[in-house]
C-alpha cells in the first residue's frame, strides 16, 4: 500500500518479551511517522521521526517504548516487556518532507497480539 | 481527549447517490484537515485535503468542505459506487505542532449496488 513497508504483517508475543516492529518508508521519503489503532478507535499518534533524528514523541507511552530511525535500514519501533494492552494494529507512514501540504503515506501496519 | 469527532459509525447509501461524511473537531489551531480511507488489512489512503484558508477542494468525485466557524468538514462523494465501501477517517493537524495527524474514529460507508 502505497509503497511503505512494515514487518512484520503479524506478531505474537507473550507478556514480558519485547517486540521490534520495522517500517521501510516509500523511495525518497526521510520523515516517518509511527501511529497506533486500537480495536474501534481512530489512530493516534505516537512518534515522528527523521533520519537519525527523534522530532516529536509527544504521543510515546513513557515506558517500555522507543522508536529510531538510523541513517541506514528501516525505522525501528520497539516495545519492551509487552503487556495485554500493547495489543493493537501499529501503523508507519512517511512523507518526503514534513511539510504539512505533502500526505502521509501509510504501510499496511503490524497486528500485534499479546498472549 | 478526542480533538477530532466522527459522530455516524456507519453510513449506507445506494450506488449513484450522494454519500456525505461528517466530522467536527474542537482544536482551534488546526488549520489542515485531510480524508483518508481504508480497507480492512490495509493501511489508510489519502484521499483529499484542504486548508483552512479555503472552504472547498474537489478532486473527481470527492469534494471536502470545510466550515471554520462551526469547527465542521465533510466529505461528498457523488457519485457513490461498491468500490467507495471501506472506513473513512478524518484527520487533522495545527499549524504549531509537528506535522502529526489527529484522527477521528472513522465512519464506515457502505455503497448498495
Known amino acids: 500500500n502505497a509503497g511503505v513497508m512494515q514487518n512484520p504483517r503479524h506478531l505474537v508475543r507473550r507478556r514480558g518479551q519485547e517486540a521490534r516492529l520495522r517500517c521501510s518508508p516509500m523511495k525518497g521519503h526521510s520523515h516517518v511517522y509511527w501511529y497506533r489503532q486500537l480495536p474501534e478507535e481512530g489512530l493516534k499518534f505516537m512518534v515522528y521521526l527523521q533520519k537519525e533524528n527523534i522530532i516529536d514523541e509527544s504521543g510515546m507511552p513513557k515506558e517500555r517504548f522507543s522508536a529510531e530511525f538510523p541513517k541506514e535500514g528501516p525505522s525501528i519501533l520497539r516495545i519492551q516487556q509487552v503487556v495485554r494492552g500493547d495489543s493493537a494494529a501499529y501503523f508507519c507512514?512517511?512523507?518526503?518532507?514534513?511539510?504539512?501540504?505533502?500526505?502521509?503515506?501509510f504501510g499496511d501496519g503490524t497486528r500485534l497480539s499479546i498472549l | 481527549d478526542q480533538q477530532v469527532k466522527q459522530n455516524s459509525p456507519s453510513l449506507s447509501v445506494q450506488e449513484g447517490r450522494i454519500s456525505i461524511l461528517n466530522c467536527d473537531y474542537t482544536?482551534?489551531?488546526?488549520?489542515?484537515f485531510l480524508w483518508y480511507k481504508k480497507y480492512p488489512a490495509e493501511g489508510p489512503t489519502f484521499l483529499i485535503s484542504i486548508s483552512s484558508i479555503k472552504d472547498k477542494n474537489e478532486d473527481g468525485r470527492f469534494t471536502v468542505f470545510l466550515n471554520k466557524s462551526a469547527k465542521h468538514l465533510s466529505l461528498h462523494i457523488v457519485p457513490s459506487q461498491p468500490g467507495d465501501s471501506a472506513v473513512y477517517f478524518c484527520a487533522a493537524s495545527a499549524q504549531t505542532g509537528a506535522n502529526n495527524l489527529f484522527f477521528g474514529t472513522g465512519t464506515r460507508l457502505t455503497v448498495i449496488p
Open positions: 482544536n482551534s489551531m488546526f488549520d489542515y
Open positions: 507512514a512517511s512523507s518526503w518532507t514534513g511539510a504539512r501540504n505533502q500526505p502521509q503515506h
